[in-house]
């Protein structure tokens, strides 16, 4: 809260002072229903008794004989049986014991009952005490039963900087309350600052009780801050020179904070053009330290409600943030200023850019949340949530029981078995983070994600598997970028769908791309068959290379540097390895390896700088500056070399010929 927010406090105090109407009422009272004459209780000087007597004047004394009011007129101006009438009156009241202030009345016309002891003034009725209070009305009346002093017609009151004004105004002596109505206004100003405006269908002051209540459609002006409620009640402290406590009820809606340059006339009115922060609540408590003028706390509370708008310098990309709760306890520092906000029995923040569709809105909501402010712009520093933890951005749901937001970098740390998951994807780790505004996101500890086969198949589309097969990933960090839809797994990383397997230092899947990239210890286990017409269980082809690329597009596995693929007593070694895949990714249709290749069997052993096996023909060829072919004790050298595991044919640079030895392998490699 800022200095301007504690003005508008303190002006509400000063409105307090209209509560010395109160004092003049009571004077009035006391002067008056003591009307019948007592031994030594009137002193009469002129001659009050003649209906047309001039200078009249009439003094009123206690039983201690101490005067408690002197009536002067200009002349009495006639006399009923019952009542006696003077004009251009003036009735002063004595500073006794019990009274606060000498109090002065004056009217053009005095009405005296001496039946009813009621009393009539109109006519420019001035009431003034001995400082400045000012009470201005066409007309002032006192009546016994019930006791009261009270006018019917519009009043003027004023107080040094405090000004008002209400339709009709009355003093019940039964309860000491003062009640102004049918429309009540007051301005207060102060020596610095701006004026406080106070606007009300009503008003109640109860000295007694010490507060000060304003009813039915309450608005609180000070600049460009605001307070509208259905009714606003003021607590004062034992001396009534401070505040204690101060309820708004009823549609609450307060304006804390108005852009620079943005007035009233630049919206739709006084109250209903948006403020930079704005606080709706069904209540509004307002609590005040021992001085009686320093805000403590206050809080919000039923369906209440904190609007923050983005700073002017990030007006068009940033961020509204919105916080709701049933009950939010503001917290403010020595000079007033906001430094912390909690909010219990159920929490929501939502975070809403400015550019973006509904389905851009962010929300976190928890049980409890605390949150801490910068005291010098005001501005939300973080927000701790605990107990049941949730975060939703489209789809996309989070869970936890511990949440931190930080509004700086825009970042929602949760922690204590974070989950999160969307229409194809879940994703449980020790912490997660995750960037509100850009939805990027990162996990570390036991990271563990889960795809569908609806989203692994775009890019795991070389994990073949049943259609209800699910894709897993176990990191120990990973790392996600919305934007790109890209998914990075780092530190032990695996993957499986079935009985398929990928293991490396760091995955990378590009998901809107159909892209997979595995590097550092890269190693695969995938039972690829030999064609997607073969029946069976697959042999099982375990391949390790420093460097993995997969694009579903191309359907294409490549491996890179120090490749070794085994399956049974097949070994197929080489710098680069090529498996092209068929549609689909259930069956090899080729291998290419290149860069010192050798393959091995139980036939023998083939070298050389290329080689190309084609399983549906069992067909292998091997090229190079000298390729080789040992079968048994047999030697085969050329430059291209082609042969078939599945008989002894063999083509040597294009010349076919029989090799001495033929052995059909246990099993096939693919």
């Known amino acids: 809260m800022t200095f301007n927010q504690i003005r508008l406090v303190k002006g509400l105090l000063a409105i307090l002072l209209v509560g010395c109407s109160a ?20 002193l009469l000087s002129g001659n009050p008794e003649d209906p047309t007597a001039r200078g009249v004047e009439i003094s009123r004394l206690d039983e201690d004989g101490q005067r408690v009011f002197e009536l002067r007129a200009a002349e009495s101006v006639g006399r009923s049986e019952d009542v006696q009438t003077f004009r251009d009156v003036e009735i002063r009241f004595e500073a006794g014991k019990t009274e606060e202030l000498p109090l002065i009345v004056t009217g053009d016309l005095c009405q005296y009952d001496m039946v009813s002891s009621s009393v009539h003034l109109e006519g420019n009725v001035v009431v003034r005490d001995g400082e400045d209070l000012r009470i201005e009305a066409p007309s002032l009346d006192y009546g016994p039963k019930p006791k009261r002093v009270w006018s019917d017609d519009p009043i003027r009151f004023f107080r040094g900087g405090l000004q008002g004004e209400a339709r009709r105004f009355a003093y019940l002596v039964v309860g000491n309350a003062v009640e102004l109505d049918g429309g009540v206004e007051m301005t207060f100003t102060p020596k610095d600052g701006a004026p406080v405006e106070v606007r009300s269908e009503s008003a109640r002051i109860r000295r007694r009780d010490k507060f000060v209540r304003f009813m039915e459609n309450v608005r609180v002006n000070q600049a460009d801050r605001r307070l509208l409620s259905d009714q606003l009640q003021i607590l004062l402290t034992d001396d009534e020179s401070g505040v204690t406590r101060i309820d708004a009820d009823g549609k609450v809606r307060m304006v804390l904070e108005v852009p620079p340059g943005q007035s009233e006339e630049a919206g739709g009115g006084p109250l209903e053009d948006p403020g930079r922060k704005r606080l709706s609540g069904a209540r509004l408590e307002v609590f005040f330290g021992p001085d009686g003028s320093t805000i403590r706390s206050m809080q919000a509370i039923r369906e209440a409600k904190l609007i923050v708008e983005p700073l002017a310098s990030r007006q068009g990309d940033g961020m509204r943030r919105e916080l709701l709760g049933q009950t939010l306890l503001f917290e403010l520092d020595e000079e007033g200023r906001l430094v912390g906000l909690n909010g219990r029995g159920g929490v929501a923040l939502t975070l809403t850019p400015e550019k973006g569709g509904p389905e851009e809105v962010r929300r976190v909501t928890a049980q409890r949340l605390t949150s801490r402010f910068d005291p010098e712009s005001g501005e939300l520093r973080s927000a701790r949530c605990s107990e049941t933890v949730t975060f939703t951005h489209g789809d996309l749901r989070a869970e936890a029981e511990q949440g931190v937001y930080n509004a700086r970098n825009e970042l929602l740390t949760l922690t204590e078995s974070p989950r999160l998951r969307d229409s194809s994807a879940e994703l449980t780790a020790d912490q997660v983070d995750i960037q509100v505004v850009s939805g990027a996101l990162e996990a570390s500890g036991n990271v563990r994600s889960t795809m569908t086969s609806a989203r692994s198949s775009e890019g795991m589309g070389f994990l073949p598997g049943t259609d209800e097969d699910a894709v897993y990933f176990l990191a120990d960090h990973l790392s996600y970028d919305r934007e790109k839809d890209t998914a990075v797994y780092t530190g032990s990383a695996r993957g499986f769908r079935g009985t398929n397997r990928l293991e490396a230092e760091r995955i990378e899947l590009a998901q809107s791309k159909g892209e997979l990239r595995a590097t550092d210890s890269v190693r695969t286990t995938l039972p690829q068959k030999v064609s997607a017409t073969e029946s069976g269980t697959p042999q099982l082809t375990l391949t390790s290379a420093q460097h ?55 036939t023998g052993r083939a070298r050389g700088d290329k080689a190309t096996y084609v399983p549906d023909r069992e067909e292998v060829h091997v090229s190079g500056e000298r390729a080789t072919l040992e079968d048994g004790d047999k030697l085969t050298e050329g430059k291209e070399l082609t042969f078939f595991l599945s008989n002894d044919r063999i083509f040597i640079d294009g010349r076919e010929e029989r090799r001495t030895k033929t052995t059909y392998p246990r099993s096939r490699p693919f």
């Open 23 to 42: 004092v003049v009422a009571h004077q009035l009272f006391r002067a008056f229903y003591a009307h019948h004459p007592q031994p030594g209780g009137t």
């Open 548 to 602: 993995l690329f997969y694009r579903s597009e191309d359907e294409v596995l490549t491996y890179r540097q120090g490749v070794e693929m085994k399956s049974g007593d097949f070994v197929l070694r080489g710098e680069t390895v090529d498996v092209n895949l068929e549609k689909g990714g259930e069956a090899v249709r080729q291998i290419d390896a290149q860069g010192n290749v050798e393959i091995q069997s139980s």
